[in-house]
């Protein structure tokens, strides 16, 4: 049998999907550390599914799913925004299945998780392998809000990458690479100011607070033993967070020939979001890509205000009906909503 990847929605999505690949070229086990061998178990079929395979927005959750559909010889279903149960239905047959994406089948609104409960109904019926992929942050939601890990026996998660699989992977892609240089003599690099809000009854309040650099004050003066190549990607792991598409987004927004540990700086603003802006920014995050109008029906009043800020603020992109994550946006994300504490 010839592996069949299907595309769904009436969309091509090949290309955007070519665009989140940034992770490309990082090895499987590498991806999920110490889940590799429970990864290894089910595309083996020494162990039965379901799996579900979780990781943050542009992680790294899509190579492991290609290796899977692979490996098992398996049907793949990518799904898009407005997708549905009805897209899945004909799938599951005979033959194994690696279904990426499962987070477009709910919606944080009235009803919305109905498509879950009804995929999960024919999983259960389901005698042949099956992967799929979640979102990290729309998994954590759909935990509490739905108990959905209790219906994957098998769960891996991607792990965040070191400071020296960050460098192989950006060395093994690029041929150019810039110069590598210690930092300057005076202290740019060494605090970042980060944003707090706290809330008062009526009152809301931008608090500045400054974070240390640590991995330029490693870099920052001393004996000159220490490699600023090697300082580098130290930052780069810091600021990203170890995401690997993070990480190459933020190396391809460089662009010098010269590179200093404290160029590599993480790509946030000074925001101080209201709770409905963040509340919004949390739904992108979890769901990666999302269409207008299921913002709309979530979203009580000033959505297009809304998604104007976040548009400026260089964090999500707005294509026709799609708004869709940055990955340089995702610590900003990350930070400026669970703050708040937005599940």
């Not at 290609?66 to 279903?77: G, K, P, S, W």
Request: charged letters at 30%.
């Amino acid at each position: 049998m010839d592996r069949r990847e299907i595309m769904t929605g009436v969309e091509s999505v090949e290309g955007d999907m070519n665009a989140r690949r940034p992770d490309q070229g990082v090895e499987v086990s590498t991806l999920l550390g110490d889940d590799y061998d429970a990864f290894e178990a089910v595309v083996t079929g020494a162990s039965s599914g379901p799996l579900a395979v979780i990781g943050p927005p542009f992680g790294g959750r899509e190579v492991a799913l290609d290796a899977a559909a692979n490996r098992l010889d398996a049907v793949h279903v990518r799904l898009v925004p407005g997708d549905d149960i009805d897209t899945l239905r004909a799938t599951f047959g005979d033959e194994p299945v690696v279904v990426d994406d499962c987070h477009h089948l709910y919606t944080r609104a009235i009803g919305g998780f109905e498509p879950i409960e009804q995929f999960l109904e024919v999983l259960a019926h389901v005698d042949t392998p099956v992967v799929t992929g979640w979102n990290s942050y729309a998994w954590a939601y759909l935990t509490a809000a739905q108990r959905i890990d209790r219906e994957f026996p098998v769960r891996v998660e991607i792990e965040s990458l070191t400071a020296g699989d960050l460098a192989e992977l950006v060395l093994g892609r690029y041929d150019e690479l810039p110069r590598f240089l210690p930092n300057d003599s005076g202290t740019d690099g060494l605090l970042s100011v980060r944003r707090y809000t706290l809330e008062w009854r009526d009152h809301t309040v931008s608090v500045p607070v400054p974070i240390p650099n640590p991995a330029a004050i490693v870099g920052f003066g001393g004996d000159g033993e220490v490699d600023p190549k090697e300082v580098v990607f130290e930052r780069l792991a810091v600021v990203s967070d170890g995401n690997a598409g993070v990480a190459t987004a933020i190396w391809k927004s460089l662009r010098s020939t010269e590179l200093r540990p404290s160029d590599i700086v993480r790509p946030e603003t000074d925001l101080a979001l209201n709770r409905e802006e963040a509340f919004c920014l949390r739904i992108i995050l979890a769901k990666e890509r999302v269409e207008q109008s299921e913002l709309a029906e979530i979203i009580d009043d000033g959505l297009d205000r809304i998604l104007g800020r976040l548009v400026r603020e260089g964090l999500v992109t707005v294509e026709e009906d799609i708004v869709s994550l940055k990955p340089t946006a995702v610590p900003t994300a990350v930070s400026e909503t669970e703050q708040r504490r937005i599940l």
